[in-house]
């Protein structure tokens, strides 16, 4: 039989005349009042999810940098360490930094402001910084992201600091930001950066914890990798603007974080008016129940927020989604650790 809309049609309808309890083969369309595939929730990840780990420790504060970024490079570098001292003096054990906060937001400055940040040294005056101040203070850094320069290529790049100091991950910019809303917005990342290639999962003195960036946080299929692989707490530097901020900014770190029962963490540059591109603010801290914890509005701020990742296994209790996905029905590969066993 051809698969038509009136086909498709005609074999709803005999399924839905059945009576109740029985079960009528129409065309290629099984039809059954009870449901006979059983929940194989072990299946819906390929590997299987891995359980989540116990962190060093499960409550600290973390704190948001949202900063104001100049076109100066130096000044930026100086500013976002005494941000970080700042943060440090309140308690917080895990600092994030925004998106390109060293480097105004434009494709044409990207190339312009790149770093190498595996030759390091002069070379990475932005990354120098993060590894002192995060082994001189003893804390962990999502170094928040700048323009990587690696051979002819320029990237997006997270990286992130434990309180030795040494680089524990580099994530790359998986999803660029190519855009364009008639009237409102056009932007085109790729004009001069290439995507990352890898998710970023990294184990820290304050728990394992996922790195996205800006416009990865869209991509929900990230987020559901990410959990899989056991993370804690999922951090987006991202700077959103002021088309898509006001709409889909906190939705999706709601979305994201209330999906996968766990930690979302936000951190944008603060607002200029006058700079080309114009940030939206609003960083901010997610619980795995989706509750807003700390936020701010667009202007420079620390904000403070109280992480607690007991909290997680007591959400996950009351919506025990692991073990209620259907994986006789769909699936998530992981091909990173599929080729890896």
């Known amino acids: ?174 999803h660029l930001f190519d855009i364009d809303i008639p009237g409102k917005i056009t932007f085109k990342e790729s004009k001069t950066l290439t995507a990352g290639e890898t998710p970023t999962v990294v184990d820290t003195e304050v728990g394992r914890i996922g790195i996205g960036i800006c416009y990865d946080i869209r991509f929900q299929e990230l987020a559901m990798l990410y959990a899989a692989r056991g993370v804690h707490l999922i951090c987006y530097p991202g700077a959103f603007n002021t088309t898509t901020g006001p709409l889909h900014w906190e939705l999706l770190q709601k979305a994201r974080a209330t999906d996968n029962q766990l930690y979302v963490a936000t951190c944008s540059p603060a607002r200029e008016a006058t700079a080309g591109y114009v940030a939206w603010g609003h960083s901010s801290l997610i619980g795995p129940f989706g509750e807003l914890l700390a936020t701010t509005e667009h202007d420079e701020a620390i904000v403070i927020g109280e992480v607690d990742y007991s909290t997680i296994e007591l959400r996950r209790s009351y919506l025990p989604l692991e073990k209620q996905r259907r994986g006789d029905l769909y699936q998530l590969m992981d091909f990173q650790r599929l080729n890896h066993r």
């Not at 369309?29 to 819906?44: G, I, N, R």
Request: proline share 8%; charged share 25%; net charge positive.
């Open 1 to 174: 039989m051809p698969w038509t809309r009136q086909s498709v049609l005609r074999q709803y309808s005999g399924c839905h005349n059945l009576k109740r309890n029985e079960m009528k083969l129409v065309g290629p369309l099984q039809c059954s009042s009870t449901m006979t595939s059983p929940f194989k929730p072990e299946q819906a990840r390929a590997p299987p999810a891995l359980q989540l780990p116990t962190p060093p420790i499960s409550q600290f504060k973390i704190a948001l940098c949202q900063l104001l970024v100049t076109a100066d490079k130096e000044r930026n570098i100086a500013h976002a360490r005494k941000a970080i001292e700042e943060a440090v003096e309140k308690g917080a054990k895990l600092v994030v930094l925004p998106e390109i906060w060293n480097s105004p937001y434009s494709s044409d400055s990207f190339p312009v402001y790149a770093e190498d940040i595996d030759a390091g040294g002069i070379a990475s005056p932005s990354t120098v910084m993060l590894s002192e101040v995060s082994r001189a203070l003893k804390i962990t850094i999502v170094g928040g992201s700048i323009p990587e320069r690696s051979g002819d290529k320029v990237y997006n790049t997270c990286c992130v600091f434990d309180t030795d100091g040494k680089l524990k991950a580099k994530h790359r910019k998986i």
